[in-house]
């Protein structure tokens, strides 16, 4: 993802918290090493920014794979942004 595109990203969800793929390469994968094959992952705090995070990948063309309460969901290679809302 282009440095341009996280901008207008972080602009779209001033409130997210959204780290990229430089951030992601320094926490621990967990189990599986693909947990953070994304080019970002982004956390929107409340349903109103899921809608605007999915509307954004719609207009670039950007694939998107939500994970969220455990279900184990990988994320591909490339432009692929992972959105999850914590549970409780």
Known sequence: MSNGLLSSLRATLPDASIRDNAELATRDPGFDARNFGASALVRPRDTTSVAALVKFCAEHGIGLVG??????HYATVGQTLIETLDAG
């Open 67 to 72: 994970y969220g309460v455990e279900e184990h």
